[in-house]
């Protein structure tokens, strides 16, 4: 009898708490239907506050870059400069501040903190070799090089991203050129952020290349300049040495004793040493000449595929085949939500996602199907090494993408440097070729022509300097306008968290650490009763709270002003 009053009690708890979500499901919709029209139009309002604003900093700026007494000619044309530049760093304002300040945003962002992919494994227990090893070097290398989660200063901790780092500014060999390529294949060329940074980065790297290329060949002419002038220093010694032995044969009778034209032999030497001086320092700068390497031609051939991959960018950038814009990363981080509820099925359960109740779709010991379950080879090594399938990753995005309406972008300014730098190209392919062939025609030695190709290598590098003002903080951002992006530790694009975000999901992760190591002093039996009875009394107060909050959101303003997870706190 006290057994079925037992059952009889825990179904109809069940059965409370099943419809409690179910009415807990209709009031957030009848939520989010409400309050929608109103934070449109204080989100619209915000724009209007926002536009007023940087339209009086515009006059200010303008007004600061053209102070009193300026000569006429140079306050036009800082007037000229400020037209151009202050638009498009008004417009990047404008979205920067509109992402961070309005409710639509805020709603679309609940869960930026939490539910990050974790560490995925290489070899899972119960397999004879590692699944997806590429999948799993992909995702590696990716996060070590563009962590969402984390910034630049992460680099220093981490192996992988050094290596990389020091392989990027290699200019030997090659190297540098081969690592690009390679990125250009990791990463996710439909991302307008990913081929932006890309081509930034390239083209630094190859910049920084031509410094370090410029400066040893300044290393090199000196140490030629030194051996030259000991070089001349040593002919001129041994012309003097040797007039002085001839000396007594300068005589003419001497000469015409012997039965020969009157000629001094001293000045014969004399006349001879210069040309023997110049051909000996000329010969002393042929070793120090820089293209004689035996690797150079490989290493010229390599700039055919910069060339080549550099094409490809711009033409997937002014093509139109990348996504980008505030919608990019709403679609990206609903993707990432909707692989953390435990499957990309295009939908995200927000209340399990809310309550961290992960849902386990599949037994995961020895990573088996359920009975009855069929799963395909592909979806059995996703589950086991936390890596997603790459064809349900592509259609869940693809999928996003058309949800949020994501507008297919350019870089904005981006392909216009690009164009600049294929037509400084072209120019030094010309002259090259011209060189080359005169010198051809008039007998020049092979390695004088592998130097002209080094030559224009390096001008190439040199002229890359445009490139730099990208990395200026605000400018390059209004030049490019593109929204920044990374990967997480699953090696999927998602959006990148700024440096206040970084701040404050390190320190979740450590508070989290420290409740772990806590909870692991008790033993088992205590700490699972421990944890029963928290979940008891947290599912009682997230229950009140919601409560709450649907009432509050519902029946007065409050919702509009402030977000939900901030009254569920405030009742819970």
């Known amino acids: 009898m006290a057994l079925r009053a037992r059952q009889a009690v825990r179904s109809g708890g069940s059965y409370l708490a099943r419809q409690f979500d179910v009415i807990d499901q209709k009031l957030e919709s009848l939520e989010e239907g409400t309050t929608s029209p109103v934070k449109d139009m204080m989100d619209k309002a915000k724009l209007a506050s926002v536009r007023k604003v940087l339209k009086e900093a515009g006059k200010s700026t303008r007004s600061m870059m053209m102070p009193p007494y300026m000569p006429a000619p140079l306050a036009e044309l800082m007037k000229q400069c400020h037209g151009s530049f202050w638009p498009e760093l008004s417009e990047s304002l404008e979205q920067s501040i509109m992402e961070a300040q309005s409710a639509a945003a805020r709603d679309k962002k609940e869960f930026e903190l939490v539910h990050w992919a974790p560490t995925p494994v290489f070899w899972p227990p119960g397999y004879s070799y590692p699944p997806r090893p590429w999948s799993y070097l992909r995702a590696k290398i990716l996060y070590a090089l563009q962590p969402a989660d984390a910034n630049k200063f992460r680099h220093l901790r981490d192996p992988v991203a050094l290596v990389f780092l020091a392989l990027k500014v290699c200019p030997y060999y090659g190297i540098n050129v081969l690592v690009f390529l390679v990125l250009f294949t990791l990463i996710d060329r439909r991302d307008e952020n990913q081929i932006v940074k890309f081509v930034l980065g390239f083209k630094s790297f190859q910049f920084v290349s031509g410094l370090v290329s410029a400066t040893q060949l300044g290393i090199a002419l000196g140490e030629c300049l030194e051996a030259s002038a000991m070089a001349t220093v040593t002919a001129h010694t041994a012309h003097g040495s040797a007039a002085d032995l001839l000396g007594p044969l300068a005589d003419a009778p ?62 997937l950038l002014a093509g139109g085949a990348a996504h980008g814009g505030v919608e990019e990363l709403y679609a990206l981080e609903a993707v990432r939500i909707d692989a953390a509820d435990g499957a990309l099925d295009g939908t995200a359960n927000r209340k399990l996602l809310r309550k961290e109740r992960m849902r386990k779709r599949r037994e ?60 400084v190209l072209v120019g030094i392919i010309v002259v090259l070729g011209a060189e080359c062939a005169m010198l051809r025609m008039r007998g020049a030695p092979t390695w004088l022509l592998w130097t002209k190709a080094y030559y224009a290598k390096l001008i190439w590098a040199l002229f890359s300097f445009p490139f730099v003002l990208f990395a200026l903080p605000v400018l390059g951002e209004s030049l490019h306008r593109s929204k920044p992006t990374g990967y997480d530790q699953a090696g999927k694009l998602v959006a990148q968290l700024s440096a206040a975000k970084i701040r404050r999901k390190v320190a979740l992760e450590t508070k989290l650490h420290e409740a772990h190591a806590r909870q692991a002093d008790y033993p088992d039996d205590q700490s699972d009763a421990a944890l029963k009875i928290q979940s008891m009394y947290r599912g009682a107060r997230v229950r009140r709270g919601r409560a709450m909050r649907h009432v509050l959101s519902l029946l007065t303003p409050v919702g509009l002003f402030v977000p939900a997870s901030t009254i569920e706190k405030w009742f819970s």
Not at 290 to 303: S, V
Not at 377 to 405: M, Q, Y
């Open 364 to 423: 995961i010991t020895g990573y088996a199907p359920l009975e009855g379950e069929q799963m395909d080879t592909a979806r059995a090594d996703a589950l086991a090494t936390g890596l997603p399938v790459a064809a349900e990753l592509h259609a869940a995005t693809e999928a996003a993408r058309l949800k949020f309406g994501v507008e297919r972008r350019c870089g904005h300014r981006l392909p216009l440097f690009i164009l600049y730098d294929v037509c």
């Open 254 to 315: 001497a000469a015409e004793l012997l039965g020969l034209p009157p000629v001094n032999a001293a000045s014969d030497v004399v006349s001879t040493a210069p040309a023997a001086a110049a051909v000996a320092t000329a010969n002393v700068c042929v070793p120090y000449a820089p293209g004689q390497d035996w690797a150079f031609p490989f290493i010229f051939c390599l700039e055919g595929l910069r060339v080549l991959v550099l094409l490809a960018s711009g033409t």
